[in-house]
């Protein structure tokens, strides 16, 4: 079992809708949790993060987070084509080092 | 991008060839990371640093050795570059354990 597990899509949505990205990781002792957006041929982005149970939202993005079913996700509403890129999942993992899902391609269709 | 820079941006090498990537960070942070990334992989460690000359081992730190001397520098070094080593290297910086990191923009290496 991977350590990050993320769908590799691409997940198509149409411009406007709310885009629904998943993640699941198998270390229990990992406390924090970000969401990174790639755009193709560009570096990792920090767009949220996450500490607690529950919503954190920030603007259109919502993250949620449920430790018990060691599960995050990452909402984004009102989807603009300019949002198309490849999401990272990132917990932390043992020691300081964050360990990163392969992520998921997102496609805003117009 | 947070005052990251990485050098150089493109390389070509040959096998066996030592080559040497640079990153330097503006940001007085504790922390940098060297990553690799490769289509299926994702972002890998190779190893990071958590102060000066203080450094370990990531999960793909076979032949890549890293030396920091001073904060804002932390160098990766291929001693004898290998195909399977192509790929695209990130640097990142964090202030504190467990904090965010921000990337710089990428090295591009192929080994032919």
């Known amino acids: 079992q991977k350590e990050v597990e993320q769908n590799s899509g691409p997940l198509s949505v149409p411009e406007g809708a709310i885009a629904s990205l998943n993640c699941t990781y198998s270390d229990r002792g990992s406390q924090s949790f970000f969401w990174y957006r790639q755009y193709s041929g560009k570096s990792p982005e920090l767009i949220m993060f996450i500490y607690s149970n529950g919503d954190k939202e920030d603007g259109r993005f919502t993250a949620q987070l449920n430790k018990a079913s060691q599960y995050v996700s990452l909402l984004i509403r009102d989807s603009q084509p300019s949002d198309s890129a490849t999401y990272l999942c990132a917990p932390t993992g043992g020691g300081n080092k964050l360990t990163f899902g392969t992520g998921t391609q997102l496609k805003v269709e117009l | 991008d947070a005052g990251i820079t990485q050098s150089p941006r493109h390389k070509v090498t040959e096998t066996g060839t030592p080559v040497t990537l640079r990153c330097h960070q503006t940001?007085?942070?504790?922390?940098m990371y060297w990553y690799r990334q490769d289509p299926g992989h994702g972002l890998r460690l190779i190893h990071y640093?958590?102060?000066?000359?203080?450094?370990d081992k990531g999960e793909v730190s076979d032949g890549y050795s890293v030396s920091r001397s001073k904060t804002e520098d932390f160098l990766l070094t291929l001693e004898s570059a290998t195909s399977s080593q192509t790929s695209v290297y990130f640097c990142?910086?964090?202030?504190?354990?467990?904090?965010?990191?921000?990337f710089g923009p990428g090295t591009r290496l192929t080994v032919t």
């Open positions: 940001e007085n942070h504790r922390y």
């Open positions: 990142a910086i964090s202030e504190r354990q467990f904090d965010e990191q921000y």
């Open positions: 640093s958590y102060g000066v000359k203080d450094t």
